[in-house]
């Protein structure tokens, strides 16, 4: 069965979030930390703040569509939830 996740890093150096969706987050970080990703190229190193596991692709692409609308202020209150942050 595969799992859909969406995920948040977090660039210390840019100080800039980076919301995606995959189907292995833990490998997704390490191509953003390689320099493998266009946006994320030379502004890490990326560090994760937030996955999140999701029934099915569709909804978790709606998801990552919700969270790359959001401000700063929405994303920093989440991460104070830590309901849904996958270790």
Do not use: C
């Given at each position: ?36 990703t ?11 703040v ?23 202020q ?14």
């Open positions: 069965m595969t799992h859909h996740y969406v995920y948040i890093i977090y660039s210390t150096s840019h100080d800039v979030y980076y919301k995606g969706y995959s189907t292995d987050y833990i490998m997704r970080l390490d191509q953003h930390n390689q320099g493998k266009t946006y994320t190229k030379n502004k890490g190193p990326w560090k994760l937030y996955a999140e596991k999701l029934n099915s692709k569709k909804e978790a692409l709606i998801k990552e569509k919700m969270l790359k609308r959001q401000h700063r929405y994303l920093l209150w989440l991460f104070k939830q830590k309901t849904n942050l996958i270790k």
